[in-house]
């Protein structure tokens, strides 16, 4: 409704832009009412997709059998990964006594929060609580982690906020002088990125360590001291210790030539020399694209004297020499995944709205050009949804006229304040965004449910543990069973599913157990079929007992 044609709306607009202006912690806060929304609604909805149901089988079989050391994953001995998120897991598992989808997924949303109030805390003692606010917003409301990984129950929001801690324990205590609390804390966190996600918290730790030493106190000999041998000390005697106990229950070798391994998958010397040039090529502009809008405000930099502003700030200079010095970690391994980056958005975004916020004023061409594209993308998000009702994945939810009349409010709102309140214009930004995931989880969760492959699969194994009630399930010689609808049946009827020719099982059929099998496992045997259904790729599974 244009405001020419309602003259009350006309009058109260500039009163209540006035009242926002004297009020700039308005957006944080309105920010911080929706978050929890944001990132809760509908978060168990969809099936377990993705490496998810690696998590969650291996934390479940962990509680199963007991040994919270050895990791297995349908009964084998699973290497890929440190069990510290499996850990986490269980003692959600038993503090809340289920299983379901919310809670295998409750760890990324509890990082991603934890990260946010880590960002807000260190940027805002360095750079004040506005871009404190930004920063936090920036790295939550990202597009990737916004509208997909926030919402999935994997090891990389966890770990992105351990490394970042780390990061952080370095720049701090340095600038205190607390050289023993430095190397003591900042490599404790390493040990526990190890546990997380194995190697890279090493090289991350590394690099740390060079670029503060390097270029920001500049003195490298404190890393021949006896300050940093305690450090190392300390990550050596917590993982030392934690495989220590490992090798009492499966020797080393594989375990440390599988992590190894998972390291090296990613980097050039796994990949043929075309696929390493397209990544070259590709990753500043996938970098850009995954985690729009905010790297827009990279822009930003494209001022003279920006080199002399991070000489002037150690804290600035910090992230950007540390971003720049991570990046061609994954810039060179052209098996980088979008999630894998989320321990250098944090830098990225510390820089970047600085320099936003900071010269904003000056006007120049970037923020120009900045302000009006995102003005613009906002203000067509927010009338797009005038249209939901009438889309018919859409139309059949619940309450559809009220909520995307709520949504189109509360976003053109946000674009309002975007436009006419500069000052405060990223923390508008930031709660656009979270207004905008609500939306989502209203209407287009709903929608994926009815579309997704693994919704069928998760239903088919969910009717097997039903059949089965609490008897095992296995699986008849080397048939395949994908890990989701094996997480679901052991969900379901708490057995792990073991092939029939695991050393865990008897090599007669058990007479009270059911089998999973393809039909070529089948030829020739007698069987009672209870149930049969199609898992991902075509393969036909069949549930059966034997005479």
């Not at 069928?456 to 097997?464: L, N």
Request: net charge positive; hydrophobic share 55%; aromatic share 14%.
């Amino acid at each position: 409704m244009p405001l020419t044609g309602n003259p009350t709306l006309l009058f109260a607009m500039p009163s209540v832009l006035n009242w926002l202006r004297a009020r700039p912690w308005v957006p944080a806060l309105l920010a911080l009412l929706v978050l929890l929304p944001a990132l809760l609604l509908n978060l168990g909805l969809l099936p377990l997709i993705g490496d998810e149901p690696i998590r969650a089988l291996v934390a479940l079989e962990l509680k199963l059998h007991g040994n919270f050391f050895v990791s297995t994953l349908q009964g084998e001995h699973y290497f890929n990964k440190p069990p510290l998120f499996n850990w986490l897991l269980v003692g959600l598992f038993q503090l809340f006594g289920s299983v379901e989808e919310w809670v295998i997924r409750l760890p990324t949303v509890l990082a991603l929060l934890g990260m946010g109030a880590s960002l807000y805390y260190f940027v805002s003692r360095r750079l004040g609580w506005a871009l404190g606010v930004a920063a936090a917003l920036a790295f939550i409301t990202s597009g990737r982690m916004l509208f997909y990984d926030s919402f999935l129950g994997l090891i990389d929001t966890l770990h992105a906020l351990v490394t970042y801690l780390g990061f952080m324990a370095v720049f701090e205590l340095g600038e205190r002088r607390r050289w023993v609390a430095l190397f003591v804390v900042s490599y404790a966190l390493t040990a526990v990125g190890f546990l997380l996600k194995g190697l890279p918290s090493l090289v991350f730790q590394a690099v740390a360590l060079g670029v503060y030493f390097g270029f920001v106190d500049g003195h490298w000999r404190r890393l021949l001291s006896g300050a940093h041998a305690l450090g190392l000390g300390v990550l050596l005697g917590l993982l030392g210790g934690y495989f220590a106990v490992y090798r009492h229950f499966y020797p080393l070798h594989d375990y440390l030539a599988t992590l190894l391994d998972q390291s090296m998958q990613r980097t050039v010397a796994a990949h043929a020399w075309w696929e390493s040039l397209a990544h070259l090529a590709k990753f500043p502009l996938d970098f850009i694209s995954y985690f729009l809008p905010w790297t827009l405000l990279l822009l930003c930099l494209v001022r003279p004297g920006w080199r002399q502003v991070l000489r002037e700030q150690p804290f600035l200079r910090f992230n950007a020499v540390l971003f720049a010095a991570l990046t061609p970690v994954f810039w060179l391994s052209p098996g980088t995944i979008p999630r894998y980056l989320f321990v250098l958005t944090p830098l990225c975004f510390t820089v970047a709205v600085y320099f936003y916020q900071q010269f904003w004023a000056e006007r120049r061409w970037p923020h120009r050009v900045l302000d009006a594209v995102l003005l613009l993308a906002m203000a067509l998000v927010s009338l797009s949804l005038v249209a939901v009702p009438w889309i018919p994945a859409a139309a059949v939810q619940p309450g559809v006229v009220w909520k995307s009349a709520a949504g189109v409010l509360a976003l053109a709102g946000c674009t309002l304040a975007f436009g006419y309140l500069p000052a405060q214009r990223l923390a508008w930004l930031g709660l656009f965004l979270l207004c905008a995931r609500v939306v989502f989880n209203w209407f287009v969760l709903p929608a994926r449910l009815l579309t997704r492959d693994e919704t069928p699969y998760r239903a088919a194994a969910i009717r097997v543990a039903q059949i089965a009630g609490h008897a095992p399930v296995y699986r008849l010689a080397d048939t395949h069973v994908d890990n989701d609808e094996a997480f679901y049946i052991t969900r379901g009827t708490g057995h792990i599913v073991y092939s029939s020719t695991s050393p865990q099982l008897p090599a007669a059929p058990a007479p009270n157990a059911f089998y999973l099998a393809e039909d070529r496992c089948l030829t020739g045997r007698r069987y009672r079929q209870y149930y049969e259904f199609v898992i991902d790729r075509g393969i036909r599974l069949h549930l059966v007992k034997f005479n």
